[in-house]
């Protein structure tokens, strides 16, 4: 899978940029199968996965692990803030040193952009590499959850889903993650709302609907992916106040009713409560906000058989 989901004998999954929709439908399918408990709980008996990241991590680190365990693997944590690093060994050293000891697949999550990608380029022949989130560029598992409940709750086929991303999306590795993977299943219509200062630039939103309009947004929409406000990740203040932003930006259950009456709500967290949403939302009948959180360990196991079994 070098950069997409794709041809069987691939290595790595670093983005979705290149998947074509049998490719993902193939993955999706299999994940919701060991949603559902259908799986071979030795499949990958005598396989060691570390989980390698170099930026703090809740919900990813620990479904990786989960799905791991349940496949039958041995799991190594590798906690930065404790490891040789803190002592100047750099990532491609400690990946290296890790290979030595016989580990054959890596989740890894980095702050920079195309880390792990360079990383996989030093991967010795057959060790897999999974990227788990690099600085603003790519959470590709994270598109697929979000696909797999996406496709739970409205079925397999996107042409007629109307889906909204709302929010940071210039700071956002899931947006383009998920962009990337509605483009791929052929979602009819894309539409991508945040003030001006926090949507890129580059090619990123090609063939999406833009507004700074968040109620136009919404109207009459499918599902609402919102986004997290990512201070940690902006060079300078973006946004005048969180006030501000939630007062223009912030999913309320007032705003919900202009999408569709079965319209769902997803953010991949964690959340900022009362910024991006209101509680009333995030813990309302239309949220699938843990549904995610479930999927993340179904889709995370079927990455890991697709790359390591065999």
Request: proline residues 3%; charged residues 25%; glycine residues 8%.
């Amino acid at each position: 899978m070098n950069s997409s989901v794709s041809p069987a004998g691939s290595r790595h999954l670093l983005s979705l940029r290149d998947s074509t929709r049998a490719s993902l439908d193939a993955l999706l399918i299999r994940a919701q199968a060991f949603a559902e408990g259908h799986y071979d709980s030795r499949a990958l008996a005598g396989i060691a996965v570390c989980t390698l990241f170099f930026e703090p991590s809740t919900r990813t680190r620990l479904s990786f692990q989960l799905a791991a365990q349940q496949l039958g693997a041995h799991v190594l944590n590798f906690d930065a803030s404790t490891s040789s690093t803190s002592k100047g060994e750099t990532a491609l050293d400690t990946l290296k040193n890790i290979e030595a000891m016989g580990v054959r697949g890596f989740v890894i999550r980095h702050r920079e952009d195309g880390a792990v990608a360079a990383l996989a380029e030093q991967a010795r022949e057959g060790t897999c590499l999974v990227n788990a989130g690099d600085g603003r560029s790519a959470h590709p598992t994270q598109g697929l959850l979000d696909m797999l409940t996406l496709r739970q709750a409205k079925g397999a086929d996107f042409s007629a889903l109307r889906v909204a991303l709302i929010g940071d999306v210039k700071h956002s590795r899931v947006a383009r993650s998920d962009l990337q993977a509605l483009r791929a299943l052929g979602a009819g219509e894309i539409r991508v709302c945040g003030p001006a200062s926090l949507l890129p630039d580059d090619g990123t939103l090609d063939g999406c609907v833009v507004t700074q309009d968040f109620d136009a947004a919404l109207d009459g929409v499918d599902a609402v992916m919102m986004l997290r406000l990512q201070r940690e990740r902006m060079e300078e203040g973006l946004v005048a106040s969180l006030d501000d932003y939630h007062r223009d930006y912030g999913l309320t259950a007032t705003r919900l009713r202009r999408a569709a009456a079965d319209a769902v709500v997803m953010h991949p967290g964690p959340m900022n409560r009362g910024v991006e949403i209101t509680d009333e939302v995030a813990d309302g009948p239309q949220s699938l906000i843990l549904t995610q959180v479930a999927n993340g360990v179904a889709v995370r196991m079927a990455v890991l058989e697709t790359l390591l079994k065999g």
